[in-house]
C-alpha cells in the first residue's frame, strides 16, 4: 500500500512550531519525532515533560486525521503502531485508471453460479475511462459491427461505434480472407467517445475479401470485437424486398418463414437472418434458416428446425434491432447481398440503454487536500432516465467501486459528484503534539519522502 505505509522512506526529523505559536527560545520544550519501519516504529522527545499536560501523535492523510494515540509524558519513549488504516485503500496501484459507467434498469448483470452464467436485469452500462493514478491513456475499445460495401469503390466512408475514442484515436484496417490490403492507418474522424467516422480507400476495396478495424497494431487473431467490412464482390446477388416486412416479438424461430425478390438468385443462394452471416463473425444470435430457391428473382426460407427455438426478442434486443436479412451467393467469391430490415415489434417498455458520449470536466485528475470535497462532472449522452446512476471505479478489486450521487437533468445531461476522498493524492503526515497547562501547544511533524 503505496500511499498509507509511505513504503521505504528513511526516517525523518522535522521539528516546526504549530498553529501560530512561535517557537519558544527556551529548548525545554523541543520535540523530536522518528518514524520508521514504513510507517511502524515510532520513537519521540520532549526535552521537559514536566511542562507537558498531555501529549499524543497523529497520522493525517493531510488534513484528514486517520488515527490518534496518547503518548506517556516523559524524557523519551518508542513504539510499535498499526494504526488505523481503513480510510485509506489498501488497493491502490500506480497503474490504476478510474472509469465511469451508468447503472441502467435495462441493463444486464451476469451471475456466475458454479460452471452456469445467468443474466439479472440491471446492470452497468457504456463505461468510459476519466483519469489514471499516474498517467492518462484510455484504451480505445471497437463494438463488433459489419458494413458492406461493393468492390471497386472509390473510397467507403462509415460509422464505427465504440468506447475511449478520444481525438488521438488511431484506427488500423487489416487485410482477412481474401482482400488485398496492406496493414495502415485509415483515416478517423472522431465524433465523441463513443462514436467515429472512418474512411477507406480504394486500394483496400480494390479485391473482394473481408477487412477489419482496430484501434490495435497486433490485435488477436480471435479478437471479434472490431469493425468488420465486407467488400463484397460485383458479382453479388441484389435483395430487393422481404416479406413479411414486420413480425410480432413474441414469435418463435421456428415460425419464420419468408420471401425474397431481387436478381442474381441461384440454387446454392443461402439467406441468413441477423447481424451478419456466419462465415463473417461468429457468435451472435443468428435465426438459422433453410433456404428454398425458387427463380433468380425469388428466394424462399425456414426457420432450421433443429436450431434453438426462441422468440425473435431475444434475437433483436426486445424488438429494438431489426433483423438483418442478407443473400450469400458464393461464398468462395465474396458473393454477398446488400442487407433488408425486418422489423420485429418492439416489447412494451423498452427503451435502448444509456450511452455516455462525453464528460466534464474530462480528464479527472487525482485530488488533492486543496480540492474541493466533491468534484461536480457533468455527463452527456443519450437515452438517460432519472433511474440512471453515475457508477465509479479503479483497480482490479470490486471494493472499490463506488455509486456516485447522480442528478437527473435531461435525457442527454447528467450530473455527478466524485468524492475527494474516492480518488485523491494522499500526503501522509505523522504529528506529535504536546500541550502545556497553559494551553499552548507544539508540534513536531514528519512527512515520508516519497508520498505520492
Known sequence: ????????????????????????????????????????????????????????????????????????????GKFDWKWNHSALNEYEDEDDVLTLSLWDPDGKTLVCDGLAISAQPGGLVSQVTLGGRTRFSPEPRLGTSLERVVQGSPTFSFEVVGADLTHGTVLHVFAGEGAKCSDRQVHTKVLDLSHARVTIDRDCLWQPGVLSLSPEVNPPSDEDDRAWVYVASRTSPTLKSVSPPQLEPDMMDSQLQLTVRGKGFNEHSQLYAGHSPYSVIYGFDQVALNTEYVSPTELRAKADPNDIDEPLYKRTHGGLDPLHIWVEGDDKRFELSESRDVQVQPLPGVRPTAVITSVSTYPVHLMNEHSPEELKVTIHGDNFIPANKAVSAWGNSVENERRLRTEYVSPTTLYAWIPREYWRKHHIVYRLTIETPSGRRYTSRVEPKDDN
Not at 518514524?35 to 520513537?43: I, L, P, Q, R
Not at 488515527?67 to 516523559?74: E, H
Open 1 to 76: 500500500m503505496r500511499s498509507a505505509s509511505a513504503c521505504g522512506f528513511l526516517a525523518l526529523l522535522v521539528v516546526l512550531a504549530s498553529w501560530g505559536n512561535a517557537q519558544p527560545k527556551n529548548k525545554a520544550r523541543k520535540l523530536q519525532l522518528i518514524v520508521s519501519d514504513d510507517g511502524t516504529h515510532f520513537e519521540y522527545w520532549i526535552a521537559q515533560p514536566v511542562e507537558v499536560r498531555r501529549a499524543w501523535i497523529e497520522v493525517l492523510d493531510f488534513p484528514t486525521v486517520l488515527d490518534r494515540r496518547s503518548l506517556a509524558i516523559q524524557q523519551n
